[in-house]
């Protein structure tokens, strides 16, 4: 797991902004909810699905690496957050 957000972002915290780094434990879906869970400052059980906003079985499968090729990125909203994902890395900030 990468330890805090890389130089290049603004630091978590900063105007609603949150990074939250995926683990090697989790899937890309369930890094989506509790980094959003924890922006949100929400238990995560109490959101609403992931499916309302996106196919997770889709993130999923843009960051597998088995396939040689993974997306840069992947944005949408969930639960009135701009979320932004990359294959180490939840973004999460709230709508404007």
Do not use: K, Q
């Amino acid at each position: 797991m990468t330890e805090g957000p890389p130089p290049d972002c603004p630091e978590s915290g900063d105007d609603g902004f949150h990074a939250y780094a995926v683990s090697e434990y989790e899937s890309y879906p369930e890094a989506v909810v509790r980094g959003v869970g924890i922006a949100a400052d929400s238990d995560p059980l109490g959101m609403e699905p992931l499916a309302h906003a996106v196919d997770p079985d889709a993130i999923e499968d843009a960051f597998d690496r088995r396939r040689g090729r993974t997306p840069n990125r992947l944005a949408f909203t969930f639960e009135g957050h701009r979320v932004v994902v990359t294959p180490e890395w939840v973004y999460v900030r709230p709508e404007e």
